[in-house]
C-alpha cells in the first residue's frame, strides 16, 4: 500500500506557541490531503481538506486562521497551529487519496501536547 | 442522527472466533463503503473496499454491504490476538465528496 509519513510524532508545546506538522506521501502524488484530528476513544474528525496549490476547505467550526494548512506540492502538505492552547492537545492524522474515491491512505499521526 | 453509526463496544471474544463488525448509515448516495483498522497511536490502514452491494472476500476478511437496508458488515474469521485493534467503517459518495467514518469499535481477540 501506499506511505504517508508524519513529522514529529509527537510534540510538546508550551501555550501560545506555534507548532508546525509536516505530511508526506513518499510513494504516490497526493492531489488532495485531509487533516483530522482524534481524541482519545473517539473517531475521525475531518479538519480540512487540501488540493495542491489551491486554499485548503476548512470544516464548519474548524477556525481557519489558527490551523493554517499549506500544499504545496503533491508530496507535502503542512499543518501549522497557531497560539496553541491546551485544549488542541489531541492526535493529529493526515492522508492522502491516491486518486480513487475510496483510497485514504493515512500517516502514522502526530501527538501534540500543549502545556 | 448521525449519518454513520457503529458500536464502539469493546467487543471481547476468544482467539478463534468469528468476528461480526457493523455499521449502519443514513445517505442512500453513498457508493463506497470502506473498513479501516486502526492500532492504538497509530493511524488507520485501508481494510477493504467495496463498491455499492455486494460481498467481497479477502483471506480471513469478508466485507458486505446491503444497500437495500443500509447496513454493512466486516467478519473476520479465525480471529487473532494481532486483530485487536479498532475497526472503522467508512462510507462515501465519491466524486470529491468526503468520506463519512463510523465511530469505530475496538476489538481484543484473547490468546
Known amino acids: 500500500g501506499a506511505v504517508v509519513s508524519q513529522h514529529p510524532s509527537w510534540v510538546i508545546c508550551k501555550s501560545g506557541t506555534s507548532v508546525k506538522i509536516e505530511c508526506r506521501s513518499l510513494d504516490f502524488q497526493a492531489t488532495t490531503m485531509f487533516w483530522y484530528r482524534q481524541f482519545p476513544k473517539q473517531s475521525l474528525m475531518l479538519m480540512a481538506t487540501?488540493?495542491?496549490?489551491?486554499?485548503?476547505?476548512?470544516e464548519q467550526g474548524v477556525e481557519k486562521d489558527k490551523f493554517l494548512i499549506n500544499h504545496a506540492s503533491l508530496t507535502l502538505s503542512t499543518l501549522t497551529v497557531t497560539s496553541a492552547h491546551p485544549e488542541d492537545s489531541s492526535f493529529y492524522i493526515c492522508?492522502?487519496?491516491?486518486?480513487?474515491?475510496?483510497?485514504?491512505?493515512f500517516g502514522p499521526g502526530t501527538r501534540l501536547t500543549v502545556t | 442522527q448521525k449519518e454513520v453509526e457503529q458500536d464502539p463496544g469493546p467487543l471481547s471474544v476468544p482467539e478463534g472466533a468469528i468476528v461480526s463488525l457493523n455499521c449502519t448509515y443514513s445517505n442512500s448516495a453513498f457508493q463506497y463503503f470502506m473498513w479501516y483498522r486502526q492500532y492504538s497511536r497509530k493511524g488507520p490502514e485501508l481494510l477493504m473496499y467495496?463498491?455499492?452491494?455486494g460481498n467481497k472476500e479477502d483471506g480471513r476478511f469478508t466485507a458486505q454491504v446491503d444497500k437495500s437496508s443500509k447496513y454493512i458488515s466486516l467478519f473476520i474469521r479465525d480471529s487473532q490476538p494481532s486483530d485487536s485493534a479498532t475497526y472503522l467503517c467508512a462510507m462515501t459518495r465519491g466524486g470529491g465528496f468526503k468520506t463519512i467514518f463510523g465511530a469505530g469499535t475496538r476489538l481484543f481477540v484473547k490468546a
Open positions: 487540501s488540493n495542491e496549490g489551491s486554499k485548503a476547505t476548512y
Open positions: 492522508s492522502g487519496n491516491g486518486g480513487s474515491a475510496y483510497e485514504q491512505y
Open positions: 467495496t463498491y455499492s452491494s
